[in-house]
């Protein structure tokens, strides 16, 4: 009977595993590039999945930012900027960055404004 519960445990976690990592993998497949991006910076440190999603959500909190694409096999960050708001500075956006555990390593684009 201990053998049967052990299986049980073990069929579980792999069913929830294939699961999670297809809903991840679906997730990761609908996101798109952004079409000219206003910010792009190239990140060091990602590593899966879960990072980029990480990420984006850090930078998705910054005031000025409408729109976020964390391209995991690029390595980089793509943000759209809304009009409205004053966009994020270099720095603010180095240290949303550094909040999520990531490096960046340096700007690809970036707006003239609020340097």
Known sequence: MNTL??????????A??????????QRAQAQHKIKNPDVVAHIKGLACPFCAYGLEKKLKKLPGVAEVYVG?????AQLKLNKKDDPPTQKQLKKAVEDAGFTLS??????????
């Open 5 to 14: 519960k052990k299986l049980l445990t073990l069929t579980s976690i792999v």
């Open 106 to 115: 340096k700007f690809i684009k970036y707006p003239e404004i609020s340097q």
């Open 16 to 25: 929830l595993t294939v699961v999670f990592t297809s809903v991840t993998a």
């Open 72 to 76: 995991l096999n690029e390595g980089i």
